[in-house]
């Protein structure tokens, strides 16, 4: 009988998904980043639970109060990239022994600080002791029914774009980790990208209430990977002809002589948005977003072959199916949605 | 700085709530057993986590499926005390390494199980590996504004009532933690009562729906402590004059030289509620319940007295506040409510 270090997480799904009874007429298909509840004809409580463990999502050089606002970020980005504001956490805690006064203090600061930073606020939850530190959320909000964007919708012909700029994230993943030597300035943006990420609530938010994207997903699997599912949930391919990378991330590249799009493209730990815009609404869509202070960058075009190609500098690759791995889980990717 | 544990969870959920902002005008108060925020002036989205950990919340002899649905039933409960109908579940998963295959579909078993006795459909999740088993469910559904009950609302002259019996949760959790030798007829009656708890949601919702219920609280941390807590949260004492228990715990009792009040009242893991009724509101309450199968019985009297008095064959005992302890932390009382 296989054991689970050997399963990987994808197939630990894959049973459970196959032990559980479908709820019939679900608002949003099961494998979305979010779940729904019809409330009437016109709106949907959502809510999406992540849970972020100690050992395997918790980098070192990540404080308790880091840890805790990041177990919110991850499920408000998710919120986010479905175009739904969210409004309420709750938030079960494991926490091990040896934990100070002063750490749970910087949890509850954390946890605080996550939650207020979107205008959501935590509303109850429970705690219990646990071997590693497990900081389990659930978020809810209400969206309009026709503004949720799902994974499920990208046509052929639409803009691929992305939020911000990539590469970050997994640079400054790989300094800490590896305890690599950079110039302060350097290491300072691009560890606050692991250590204080951000949710794109506010053009999330923006996208869907135009209705301009047609899907959409956050990166935080690693923008590849990212690219896999809204691929596989909307049955296209997508030829990607650009990829925004922080400036930061190319002379670390440089120093380390390390490939700036591999650290972007499977790299982890980034909330940007990837989204598909309809090309009438893109103009607009870009302009919107910048008014936000944040890029909106055209990366490509969904295509009907089911491939997603990477066009650069006349150059054409595949991109791999590759994501986000854990710290500690070489085999497997993080949080994946059942 | 003194560790966590010697805090105990209550001073840890002290300091947390120290460090949270508190939603302006929350339709239910923090420190309920569910949360909600407003859908409009009639519903509520009303949402409750509660995590399930291996090495506290799974006692020797309970299965993977059982453990699983356990999970589900205990958030169950919660939502069934306060009379909202649970509609759909999330579950976040940290997978121990050593886990099979097998053990894998028996939790994805358990899971669907738990939310389909009870009408409710699992509708996603994530999984992730952790060093205990951990089962973090949140459940969430639509309730009347009007039909919540509360821990606040026990009024002096309500009666103070439960379903079912009580002492058998308890009684079979000493026999499998102990491996304590009794005839197989009781043993399994009793053991029966852990390993697959329910959740008394019909009754709970019908006591909502007939407006009958003035607070309900589950005594899933055993009756005592439930009691403490609806009397702090309503401000008002109880008499309790009588405590129905199962004959198979008094038989059970007297083979062990144990005192089945004790079992009853300081013993967790029983998923019965402990409601106060409107005095005008009990005969038809009691027959209500009573037409769905189970007994709903008078234990006695809201009164003034901020005390909780327990009077028996005319004798007259305080009882005490003390709840049930964790399977392995002697100190602390299992998962309490943010």
């Given at each position: 009988m296989r054991r689970i270090e050997d399963l990987g997480e994808r197939r630990i799904i894959e049973i459970i998904l196959n032990c559980i009874d479908l709820m019939p007429n679900m608002p949003i298909p099961f494998g979305d980043d979010a779940s729904a509840i019809e409330?009437?004809?016109?709106k949907l409580a959502v809510i999406k639970s992540d849970m972020l463990v100690g050992k395997t999502d918790v980098p070192p050089g990540m404080n308790f109060r880091q840890a805790a606002r990041k177990a919110l970020v991850m499920n408000i980005s998710d919120m986010a990239a479905k175009g739904v504001k969210p409004i309420a956490a709750l938030v079960s805690l494991g926490v091990p022994r040896g934990l100070t006064e002063e750490d749970i203090k910087q949890i509850g600061q954390g946890l605080n600080e996550g939650a207020r930073e979107y205008n959501?606020?935590?509303l109850g939850g429970d705690t219990n002791e646990a071997s590693d530190l497990i900081i389990s959320c659930s978020i809810l909000g209400i969206g309009g029914k026709n503004k949720f964007v799902r994974r499920e919708g990208a046509r052929l012909g639409d803009i691929v774009a992305v939020t911000g700029v990539f590469g970050k994230a997994p640079s400054g993943l790989k300094i800490l980790m590896e305890n690599l030597s950079v110039s302060a300035e350097i290491k300072d943006v691009l560890t606050e990208a692991v250590l204080m990420p951000r949710a794109r609530l506010r053009e999330g938010l923006t996208l869907a209430e135009m209705g301009a994207a047609t899907s959409s997903i956050d990166s935080s699997d690693g923008l590849a990977w990212s690219l896999y599912e809204l691929s596989k949930a909307s049955n296209v391919g997508f030829l990607v002809e650009e990829i925004p990378i922080d400036p930061e991330v190319i002379r670390f590249a440089e120093e380390y002589n390390l490939d700036p799009i591999e650290l972007s493209l499977y790299g982890g730990e980034e909330y940007e948005l990837l989204v598909t815009v309809k090309p009438e609404s893109w103009e607009k869509a870009k302009e919107s977003i910048e008014e936000l202070g944040t890029p909106l960058t055209r990366i490509g075009l969904v295509t009907e072959e089911k491939e997603i190609i990477l066009k650069t500098k006349g150059r054409i690759t595949h991109i791999e199916k590759r994501g986000w791995e854990h710290f500690k889980m070489a085999k497997q990717t993080s949080e994946i949605n059942l």
């Open positions: 409330i009437n004809h016109e959501a606020y935590i």
